[in-house]
Nanobody, 127 residues
Framework: QVQVVESGGGLVQPGGSLRLSCAAS????????MGWFRQAPGKEREFVSG????????SYAASVKGRFTISRDNAKNTVYLQMNSLKPEDTAVYYC????????????????????WGQGTQVTVSS
């Protein structure tokens, strides 16, 4: 049974930083791309960032490019999202998911390209 667990969310002031972690188990983590999405109240879930199975490619939403950095540690079955210069509009529940297809050469940006979603972690940016 695949499990995906996010952690690291919390309350932070504008301009602050947070590092989210996502640990996956029950699958061969190193052969799957990983993605981060977020969902704010009343809005659809949106792509934030993704990384291919070998870390060879990454992708970011325009709204976070230059502020967020995704990385993965296959030895720890964990993907990270370093979030800097946080803004109030970054407030959302952040979800992590595994790509649907192993060894996929590109980063998917649609929710349908992912499966095995975590429960999410709340990020609130407020003064």
């Amino acid at each position: 049974q695949v499990q995906v667990v996010e952690s690291g969310g919390g309350l932070v002031q504008p301009g602050g930083s947070l590092r989210l972690s996502c640990a996956a188990s029950g699958l061969t983590f190193s052969i799957y791309g990983m993605g981060w999405f977020r969902q704010a109240p009343g809005k659809e879930r949106e792509f934030v960032s993704g990384i291919t199975w070998n870390g060879g490619a990454t992708s970011y939403a325009a709204s976070v490019k230059g502020r967020f950095t995704i990385s993965r540690d296959n030895a720890k079955n964990t993907v990270y999202l370093q979030m800097n210069s946080l803004k109030p509009e970054d407030t959302a529940v952040y979800y992590c998911a595994t790509a649907s297809n192993a060894f996929y050469a590109r980063v998917g940006i649609r929710t349908g390209e992912y499966r095995n979603w975590g429960q999410g972690t709340q990020v609130t940016v407020s003064s």
